[in-house]
């Protein structure tokens, strides 16, 4: 079904166009598949776009893509009512931020975790098929765990065991993911394995594809770039908050003045200029001078803002384009839906394999009987 441009509206003409495609957006057809997605937390950073958004665009033409927002495993770590309550307003950010970076709505489908309940059944089945111990030597949980300040639940230990639920659901070969989703895709691979070797062939074993910049340091230069650590840039940030952000940036401790010698190695400005700049050229000649003290951070920070702008603005008008009110959550309903059907027939075929519809059908079969 091809995307529904809401009624007559002024505003949403530039979006009407954009979204005025051929490819029908639940259209699974020869092309191999692809998903990945983020948690309806807040709004995606630069870190994102190196370890993943940049991916997904330029895989969006090869690959049947599909994005979830996966408000499920977001109950993992935050689940209070005004949380949950968020979830419309940031699912819909999410999806503005992917479609500034290149999405073409015409062409990927979105989805809404909550809306595919099934996908909870496909987790459930594959439950018996990771063990604890397996889930336990999982790094990242514990990190988890540990910055929501919470004790492990059981569903954060599942937290993988349904992203496998996610990814095998449409049956997706390829999962773009920055370098903290690596493990979850390597528990995907064995459920799918196990699962194939146990019931029958059903699964692809996805294959993880890495960013550009697996992981980008934040702002501070401590830690990765991530919302909840204050050290980020967000996509979709205003030119005068993106200034604000750079000029505030951590550079090295140790350089006092500008003609001091200043260390690029470490330094987040440098990584920033590496992972964003187009002008090797120009970002060579700072570094250098950077080394012998005959530039400032001033200036260096100057022309990283310039860089990002030059990413930023244009996203920032392709964002305005499909802010219309409701073309997004059109999208959403839409995608969820065609998610769903997808699910569906993923679980008839894994209901088969494992035995269930035999069960089932001879169940109903002696049942019938009787009357
Ligand atoms: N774990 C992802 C995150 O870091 C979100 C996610 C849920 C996901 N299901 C997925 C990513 C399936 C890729 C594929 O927020």
Known sequence: MPVAVPAANSDSDVSAKLLDDEVPTSARGARPRLLTGDRPTGPLHLGH???TLRNRVRLQHDYDSTFIIADFHMLTTRNAPEQIAEIDANARGLVLDALSAGLDPARVTF?????????????????????????????????MARDSGQEMSFALLGYPVL?????LAVRAEAVPV?????AYVEVTREVARRFNARYGEVFPEPETIAGDVPTLVGTDGQRKMSKSL?????LG?????VRKKVMGMYTDPNRLTADTPGRVEGNPVFAYLDAFGADAATIDDLKA????????????????VEVLESILGPMRERREAFAAPG???????????????????????????MGFTGVHRRLARRAARTR
């Open 327 to 353: 073309l997004v959550e059109a999208l959403i309903e839409q995608g969820s839906a065609s998610a769903r059907e997808e699910t569906q027939e993923t679980l008839r075929r894994v209901r088969s394999a």
């Open 49 to 51: 776009l190196v370890g």
């Open 111 to 143: 989805y809404l975790q909550s809306l595919v309940p099934e996908v909870m059944e496909l987790a459930g089945l594959f439950q018996s098929l990771v063990t604890v111990n397996r889930l336990e030597r999982i790094p990242s949980l514990k990190d």
């Open 230 to 234: 204050g050290n980020a840039i967000a």
């Open 237 to 241: 940030d205003p030119a005068p908050v």
């Open 163 to 167: 992203q496998a639920a996610d990814i």
């Open 178 to 182: 920055g370098k903290d989703n690596y």
């Open 289 to 304: 001078r950077y080394r012998t003290g005959a530039v400032g951070d001033v200036e260096v920070k100057a022309y990283l």
